[in-house]
């Protein structure tokens, strides 16, 4: 393979003005006297989700308060800012986004008063028609402030008919597309919903009090864990739960279709300690490993994982092979933002920054590196020399899933097809490319077997190019990617 054409890849931003893709955390609580503080530690639980941005809004029944900003959450409140965020309902978001429009007035919850009062918005996804649906509005006289999609939804429910807000938001949510789990704040009640297909998780749970008990969502269980909550269920694909003053009531806004829970939340970007889609992620990932060894055995001397990404699935590949599970990759996990550079190049100092190897259990060793995913290849390329120059003699890279071999459009982070190395080489290609001994993948009918997906419920477009929701839409999309390049 011709490795010059890796190195003439364009850069690794997005180079368009729509919002393609939003990785992000939403919670909610209602009926709980410390409200935002909870709502904090939820979003602390979540940061795994987003690191750009983060904000509560929060209600005392007479006022809605957002106090919102970009960073980490720890750094972003402190005491005082959560003292001015009084009530017993909040709503919290943490967002990642990489499309260069990463200002404050992108950040999370959005709050505005409107003709159904005060109400507040945080959004896990990406809505596919949102462009549409912001020109329509824009012709007719609605004006936006920030770019991401989630500001058309309020338009929405402000421009409605409806005389309640739960009726607004139903008519609204039937004019989305693609991806979204909400979570709404009004003065009195809190409203969340999961687009019908259920791309993006977003659990249920119950909070006990002495004096009665508190409603919680959350995008993964995680957050429930740490502040005590009790895991319920899901919210189901299609539905929304509203809760205030008259109690829950839990309904369909769309018929019932087919489901298309996003594969990746299991694969990489849930934490392992959650519950998602109704399964230990944790689970998912070792079964994931236990069928790349069954799928892709080789004879080595260790499994070793790259941190943190491919641990539970080393973990699995060890187990089923028999062979000793090695932390011979350490990650340093205080890298932050900003670090000062030596000023002569160190060779692939980024991710040395990150990880360091244990030269002495690699020394002299065939190694299986195992990782969740292989997106552009550069990454792996770094770490498989590093593995190399600390000793190995062999080093045999293994993936925890299929080739990703086409963009997400439904909120996970995804460079454009042209930056993914498995949609234009083949495997060997790519193990040339990464310099390994040998490469292999997981099989889809194994990653299918692995998340235990009997009954046809989840998304595995980036790994087959079929997307679940109206193509002429993705069309649109993928046409104004290649415009924009
Ligand atoms: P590369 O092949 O160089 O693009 O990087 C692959 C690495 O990126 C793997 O270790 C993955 O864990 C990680 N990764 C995969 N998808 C994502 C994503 N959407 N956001 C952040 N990191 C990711």
Do not use: W
């Not at 390994?436 to 194994?446: G, N, R, T, V």
């Amino acid at each position: 393979m011709n490795q010059r054409n890796f190195l003439t890849l364009p850069p690794t931003t997005y180079p368009f003005d729509d919002k393609l893709h939003e990785e992000c955390g939403v919670f909610a609580i209602y009926g709980h006297p410390e409200a935002s503080n909870l709502t904090y530690l939820g979003l602390y639980a979540l940061q795994h989700r987003g690191q750009e941005s983060a904000g509560i809004a929060t209600s005392d029944r007479r006022e809605i308060r957002c106090y919102k900003s970009m960073g980490h959450v720890a750094d972003i409140f402190t005491p005082e800012q959560i003292a001015c965020l009084p009530g017993d309902l909040a709503i919290g978001h943490t967002r990642y986004s990489t499309a260069g429009d990463t200002v404050l007035l992108n950040a999370q919850p959005f709050s505005v008063a409107c003709n159904k009062g005060q109400i507040a918005v945080a959004h896990n996804g990406n809505i596919t028609n949102a462009g549409d649906l912001r020109r329509e509005l824009e012709r007719e006289g609605s004006i936006f402030q920030a770019s991401s999609d989630t500001e058309v939804i309020l338009h929405l429910v402000a421009r409605s008919r409806e005389r309640t807000l739960a009726g607004a938001l139903r008519e609204a949510l039937l004019q989305l597309d693609g991806a979204f789990s909400l979570v709404f704040l009004a003065r009195d009640r809190v409203i969340v919903a999961r687009d019908p297909h259920g791309f993006r998780p977003l659990a249920f749970g119950e909070l006990q009090m002495d004096n009665g008990k508190a409603y919680v969502f959350a995008s993964e269980t995680c957050a429930f864990d740490l502040i005590n909550a009790e895991y319920v269920n899901d919210v189901e694909p299609g539905e929304m739960v509203c809760i205030g003053p008259e109690g829950m009531t839990r309904e369909r806004f769309a018929p019932e279709g087919p489901h298309a829970q996003c594969v990746f939340e299991h694969v990489y970007f849930s934490r392992p300690d959650s519950i998602v889609f109704g399964r230990p992620v944790q689970e998912s990932r070792e079964n994931l490993g236990r069928l790349l060894a069954q799928e892709s055995g080789v004879d080595a001397d260790v499994v070793v994982p790259v941190p943190d990404s491919g641990v539970a699935a080393a973990i699995g590949y060890a187990s089923e092979s028999g062979i000793p599970f090695r932390q011979a990759l350490i990650r340093n996990h205080y890298v932050g933002r900003t670090f000062i550079e030596p000023s002569q190049a160190i060779r692939d100092f980024g991710v040395k920054l990150k990880l360091n190897p244990v030269r002495h259990l690699l020394e002299g060793k065939r190694v299986i590196l195992v990782d969740d995913s292989l997106v552009r290849g550069t990454t792996s390329r770094k770490i498989v020399r590093m593995v190399r120059n600390a000793g190995a003699t062999e080093v045999h890279m293994r993936i925890s899933c299929p080739p990703t071999i086409s963009p997400c459009f439904y909120g996970v982070d995804t460079p454009r097809e042209n930056e993914l190395i498995a949609a234009n080489h083949s495997i060997e290609e790519i193990r040339e490319y990464v310099e390994a001994d040998s490469l292999a993948y997981l099989s889809l009918d194994s990653l299918r077997r692995a998340v235990a997906d009997n009954n046809k419920e989840y998304c595995y477009a980036c790994y087959t190019r079929e997307y679940p929701t109206e193509l002429v839409q993705i069309e649109e999309l993928v046409a104004a990617r290649g415009r924009r390049r």
